[in-house]
Structures are given as structure tokens and as C-alpha cells.
């Protein structure tokens, strides 16, 4: 009873930023729970790279060129999923990006803009857009991939807009649920803790910043992508059937201290 909760047999899911790190993570997730995926991201050649990988673990994938931030994009998108699925289940809005680490008066307009495009309105874009066929369908679960910068300020590093676009979405999350929880879809996030992905390379390459990172972390490490792809595995699935409107922390602990 209890594990079937968890499976997606004959349901359509979308990730976006799917090609790599937690992205790709969720995808593998996803598919080994039954679902039929497609990969929706702006760099082809990670879609296709990512649609390989899953091929040679036996899950075939379907892949969409999508840009988060251009609306007309995300809209066509869910629409070609929905003519060519017949249905849209699940949706993972993952795609995110973080830039070099900079003080707050330093930070341009251009920068602040390209993190709060991606990392906010491109999740509202998708929420809006593949959110429309759930309502429809009275069914349907979004998980938005958020952070623990969300919830605390990170330390050596300065990233102002980062954080504040990570809180944004969750409070978006939790606005989404209250409004279309009684229309039989959920919205939750999970919120994760520095991530083994390219996403932060650039850090971990940084001794004292690294070194920080994980002095604060009482389980004293990062974590890793497939360990967040669980937990999106949970909140898609029925086996999260009361849950909207969460924020699941999977941070190691960073956020106890």
C-alpha cells in the first residue's frame, strides 16, 4: 500500500533545467518511479546530454528547448507536452542560476535582473503556464526546487539576489498552494543545501569559502543531487498527498545553528 504511494506509473512530468545536476537527478527519479519525463531547458546540448544518460539507464526521455524567462517560450512548451502527452502530472522547476560572489552595492542592474528572471519569474512563468492543464484536470503536483539561502543569509559569500529571489519562491510556493489546493493541485519546494553541481564548482574550488560551507553543516559535507531528487520523488507523489504549501529542508543541518 505504502509503496505504491510513491509510484508514477502513466503520469507526465516536466523538469526544466533537466539536463544536469539536480535537474537530471529528478529526471532519473522520476522515471524509475514510472513517469514519462521531458527535459525542458535552454541548453540543448545538456538536454541531449542528460536525454543520452537516461538512455543508457533505460529511461527514455523527451526533451523541450525552453527558456524560463521568455514566457511565450514556457507557455508553448507546456502546450506542445499537453497536445503530445494528453496530460500534464507533475512539474519540477528547477532551472536556477547564482552569480559570482559580490558585494551587494557592487551587484548591476544586468545581474540582479538575470537571477530574479531565471530564478523567480521563470518558476512563476512555468507554475502559470503547466499549472493551467492540472487545474483543469483537478490534479496535479508542483515541486519548485528553492534553497536554504531562502531561509538564512550564506555566509563567507556575498549574493544578495540570489537569496532573495530563493525566498521569493518559496513564499510564491506557499501563495500557488493556497490558491489551488482546493483545486486538487500541490505546490510545495524543497529548499537544499550546497549541492555537488556545476552550480557550485566555483565556490567549492575556494578553500576558505569551502571550508565555511562545511564547518557550518553539522553533518560536515555537501550533499549530493540524487539526495534531493528523493525528495521531489516524495512531494510529486501521492505518497505526499497532504502536503502543500512546504518548505522541505534538506540541508544537512546548516540551518539548525
Same mark, same amino acid.
Given at each position: 500500500?505504502?509503496?505504491?504511494?510513491?509510484?508514477?506509473?502513466?503520469?507526465?512530468?516536466?523538469?526544466?533545467?533537466?539536463?544536469?545536476?539536480?535537474?537530471?537527478?529528478?529526471?532519473?527519479?522520476?522515471?524509475?518511479?514510472?513517469?514519462?519525463?521531458?527535459?525542458?531547458?535552454?541548453?540543448?546540448?545538456?538536454?541531449?546530454?542528460?536525454?543520452?544518460?537516461?538512455?543508457?539507464?533505460?529511461?527514455?526521455?523527451?526533451?523541450?528547448?525552453?527558456?524560463?524567462?521568455?514566457?511565450?517560450?514556457? /507557455?508553448? !512548451? %507546456?502546450?506542445? $507536452?499537453?497536445?503530445?502527452?494528453?496530460?500534464?502530472? @507533475?512539474? +519540477?522547476?528547477?532551472? =536556477? &542560476?547564482?552569480?559570482? /560572489?559580490? !558585494? %551587494?552595492?557592487? $551587484?548591476?542592474?544586468?545581474?540582479?535582473?538575470?537571477? @530574479?528572471? +531565471?530564478?523567480?519569474? =521563470? &518558476?512563476?512563468?512555468?507554475?502559470? !503556464?503547466?499549472?493551467?492543464?492540472?487545474?483543469?484536470?483537478?490534479?496535479?503536483?508542483?515541486?519548485?526546487?528553492?534553497?536554504?539561502?531562502?531561509?538564512?543569509?550564506?555566509?563567507?559569500?556575498?549574493?544578495?539576489?540570489?537569496?532573495?529571489?530563493?525566498?521569493?519562491?518559496?513564499?510564491?510556493?506557499?501563495?500557488?498552494?493556497?490558491?489551488?489546493?482546493?483545486?486538487?493541485?500541490?505546490?510545495?519546494?524543497?529548499?537544499?543545501?550546497?549541492?555537488?553541481?556545476?552550480?557550485?564548482?566555483?565556490?567549492?574550488?575556494?578553500?576558505?569559502?569551502?571550508?565555511?560551507?562545511?564547518?557550518?553543516?553539522?553533518?560536515?559535507?555537501?550533499?549530493?543531487?540524487?539526495?534531493?531528487?528523493?525528495?521531489?520523488?516524495?512531494?510529486?507523489?501521492?505518497?505526499?498527498?497532504?502536503?502543500?504549501?512546504?518548505?522541505?529542508?534538506?540541508?544537512?543541518?546548516?540551518?539548525?545553528?
Amino acid at each position: 500500500m505504502y509503496l505504491d504511494r510513491f509510484k508514477l506509473t502513466g503520469r507526465v512530468a516536466v523538469v526544466t533545467g533537466g539536463g544536469q545536476g539536480i535537474g537530471l537527478a529528478c529526471v532519473e527519479a522520476l522515471s524509475e518511479a514510472g513517469a514519462h519525463v521531458t527535459i525542458a531547458d535552454r541548453d540543448p546540448r545538456a538536454a541531449d546530454d542528460g536525454r543520452a544518460k537516461m538512455k543508457d539507464k533505460g529511461c527514455a526521455v523527451d526533451v523541450i528547448a525552453m527558456d524560463v524567462t521568455d514566457s511565450a517560450q514556457v /507557455d508553448a !512548451a %507546456a502546450a506542445r $507536452v499537453l497536445k503530445e502527452r494528453g496530460r500534464i502530472d @507533475v512539474l +519540477v522547476c528547477n532551472a =536556477g &542560476v547564482v552569480r559570482p /560572489d559580490t !558585494a %551587494a552595492e557592487e $551587484v548591476s542592474d544586468a545581474d540582479w535582473l538575470d537571477v @530574479v528572471n +531565471v530564478n523567480l519569474n =521563470g &518558476v512563476f512563468w512555468c507554475c502559470r !503556464a503547466f499549472g493551467r492543464p492540472m487545474l483543469a484536470a483537478g490534479r496535479g503536483s508542483i515541486v519548485n526546487v528553492g534553497s536554504m539561502s531562502g531561509i538564512i543569509v550564506n555566509r563567507p559569500q556575498a549574493q544578495a539576489n540570489y537569496n532573495a529571489s530563493k525566498a521569493a519562491v518559496h513564499h510564491l510556493t506557499k501563495s500557488l498552494a493556497a490558491e489551488w489546493g482546493a483545486r486538487g493541485v500541490r505546490v510545495n519546494a524543497v529548499a537544499p543545501t550546497y549541492i555537488n553541481t556545476p552550480l557550485t564548482a566555483l565556490g567549492k574550488a575556494n578553500k576558505a569559502m569551502y571550508d565555511v560551507w562545511i564547518d557550518s553543516t553539522p553533518m560536515g559535507r555537501m550533499g549530493e543531487p540524487d539526495e534531493i531528487a528523493s525528495v521531489v520523488l516524495f512531494l510529486a507523489s501521492d505518497a505526499a498527498s497532504l502536503l502543500t504549501g512546504s518548505i522541505v529542508l534538506a540541508d544537512g543541518g546548516y540551518t539548525c545553528w
